[in-house]
């Protein structure tokens, strides 16, 4: 879920050869992460030609000072709410003796497989009163939770345990050792994922859209859909990148006091601090989380599509739209990961200031709403690639850019995954740099790429605010097409395509949880 930069150690492997990192792999990367990162360059140069009036009167508006409040309290609120419940989850999976911890680790992680837009259709349509802020902070905090869980779980899984067995040892009591050594031994992974929860709620537009709570995404595809004032949006996106560059350095702050100590190859498994009289508690808070979590949206689902899909709507064919939903979804995936190999090797191999710049500047696009991205790519195929325009290319070309630092950080968690000097011992054999790129590198990290294309399959499946702008003229996603019937409050109508979204989505969640709570079998056998 994070993105390792560290310093290579000293028995990483060494550096390419110096004419292919100068005159291949460099331009290539460098060239990737121009095109990916030109959406925050457009978003500037759009902001300033609206020129600085218009700004200051832009900016001047009660309207902002609203935005900014309802986007930093629920940010707020969620990301707290989430750090709790994340953590807490974590630490009774991994660290006490609950019954059914890998069944537990399972439901925990399910609430990723539902679309955030698709979870407020569920509480909005089953449950009326759910809107405005406490309705987004319930909503929100449901869907985004499993984003802390599943990082302070890896830690846990695989952290050294001998600090909090010396804190055990010299008699300090569950809670004190859990305040004092086992949460700042995960405060990397709990900032870590409190930032993507973050970065998550200043982007989000269609749950909230459904929730009819107001913050900056929202608005700024208002000001463009109903103004279209791609200046003065423009301007509000600056202000939430400003945001979101406030978070990471927030984050970063954080994340450097907290340090976490890896086991060795052989390292055990800490000893289940009993629950005793907790344990019916611990189990029921769990289980009235998924039940909030999971439960709800899938009542919601079932309900109606029991209850019925009339309406007043044109009627769309359901396999249609998956078909196109997963063609797009696919190609999308392929290229993403394909432009992220590049990226990664020449980051992870050189491990130079240059090339770990070149990486994290990939990342960037993560602080943009996906409106903001949108806009970006429109207004190159209207100036630069008109006859892309409102094709399939500019579609894959959106989500690529959206979703690409996810590919690169799933490639990248993979090449650190190779044994030390088998590029050496290859090249030592006389085969040349493509083929132990091919014949070695590649065929090592091949479920790391496998599990980068899933990622971005899952979230370009499920992507709304783009794919309203981009997509073809006369092309439904499954995304789209529930959004047209839930804007017309056709909520039977909508169910089909809401349930094979979810539905669709099981397989990479459940491959994601695998890649990060991968363990040994002698762990998983102790549960």
Known sequence: MSTP?????????????????????????????????????????????????????????PLIATLLWNTATLAAAVTAATAVLGFGAAYLVERTDLPGRRW?????????????????????SLFSSVRGYWGAVLVMTCSLYPLVFLPVAATLRRADTAAEEVSRSLGRGPLATLWRVTLPLTRPALAGGALLVSLYLLGEYGAFAMLRFTTFATAIFTQYKLGFDAASAAQLTLVLVALALLLVLLEAGCGRRGR??????????????????????????????????????????????????????????????????????????????????PVALYGWRRGTRLARAAERAAYLTRALPGIAVALSVVHFAIRYAEPVYQQPPLLVAGYVILF????LTAVRAALAQVPPGVEEVARSLGTPP????????????????????????????????ATLLLRPTGTQTLATQFWVYTSGLAY???????????????????????????????TEDSR
């Open 404 to 407: 690409f630092p996810l590919a």
């Open 104 to 124: 537990w680790t399972v439901a925990l992680v399910l609430p990723l497989a539902v679309p955030e837009f698709v979870r407020g259709y569920s509480w909005v």
């Open 492 to 522: 039977g109508a909508a169910a089909p395509y809401a349930a094979l979204m979810t539905a669709m989505s099981v397989p990479p969640v459940l491959l994601l949880t695998r890649r990060t709570l991968g363990t040994n079998s002698r």
């Open 260 to 341: 976490v100590a890896r086991r060795g190859a052989v390292g055990r498994r800490a000893a289940a601090a009993p629950l005793g009289r907790w344990k019916l508690p611990a189990l029921a808070a769990l289980a009235a989380l998924v039940g909030t979590a999971v439960g709800v949206p899938l009542y919601a689902l079932g309900y109606w599509l029991v209850v019925g899909s009339s309406t007043t709507l044109p009627s769309a064919s359901v396999l249609s739209a998956a078909l196109t939903t997963l063609g797009y979804a696919a190609t999308a995936a392929l290229v993403a990961t394909a432009a992220a190999v």
């Open 5 to 61: 930069h560290s310093a290579r150690s000293a028995d990483s492997p060494s550096p390419l050869p110096r004419w292919r990192a100068a005159g291949l792999l460099a331009p290539l990367a460098f060239a990737i992460v121009a095109v990916v990162a030109s959406p925050l360059a457009f978003v500037v140069v759009q902001a300033g030609q609206a020129g600085w009036d218009q700004a200051q009167r832009l900016l001047g508006r």
């Open 434 to 465: 493509l083929g132990v790129l091919l014949r070695v590198t590649l065929p090592l990290v091949l479920p790391g790429l496998g599990a980068a294309a899933a990622m971005v399959a899952l979230t370009a499946g499920t992507e709304l605010t």
